[in-house]
């Protein structure tokens, strides 16, 4: 996979997540409305939760930040290839790698916490860990670190 198509991969599926996102937010702010679940579980305990809020930031906020964010500078990494520093592709790769990090423990929270499913919350998480897949096998640095085995 050549790094633009991966690029352009990752925008796309940075502007699911910020639609998925930005589903929750509306949900959890209209809350007459009922989130609907497609695996038949309780979306709205798990997004009303206590877990559902970080240092006063709602996690969706926080999500659409972080998706959207992401969209715009690999959008400026294919426009813009002089923005393609190893400061700033190392600089979103740690971001990647932080955002996966989270959904595995919020994933974790729902298991075992909360002890509910948010199928929404499920395909960020796994959005997260597409991207971040994405994101380290066309890493210059992945492939610098594979190239000595």
């Known amino acids: ?26 949900h959890k702010k209209n809350v007459q409305e009922a989130l609907i679940c ?3 579980a309780n979306c709205d305990t798990v997004i009303h939760s206590d877990y559902s809020v970080i240092l006063g930031i709602p996690l969706e906020i926080l999500g ?3 998706y959207g964010l992401l969209a715009i500078s690999y959008g400026l990494l294919i426009i813009l290839p002089i923005f393609g520093q190893p400061l700033i592709v190392s600089g979103l790769l ?8 989270f959904s595995i423990y919020l994933t974790l929270v729902q298991a075992f916490v909360i002890k509910n499913w948010c199928t929404w919350c499920l ?3 796994t959005i997260c860990a597409t991207i971040f897949v994405i ?5 210059p ?3 610098l670190l594979i190239s000595d085995f």
Do not use: E, N
Request: glycine fraction near 2%; charge should be positive; aromatic fraction near 18%.
């Open 94 to 101: 740690l971001a990647t790698v932080c955002a996966f990090a």
């Open 141 to 143: 640095f992945f492939l």
């Open 135 to 139: 994101d380290a096998i066309t890493s």
């Open 38 to 40: 497609p695996l038949k």
């Open 123 to 125: 395909i960020s998480a």
């Open 64 to 66: 659409m930040t972080y």
């Open 1 to 26: 996979m050549s790094q633009t198509s991966a690029y352009v991969l990752i925008i796309f599926l940075a502007f699911v997540g910020f639609l998925i996102a930005r589903y929750i937010r509306h």
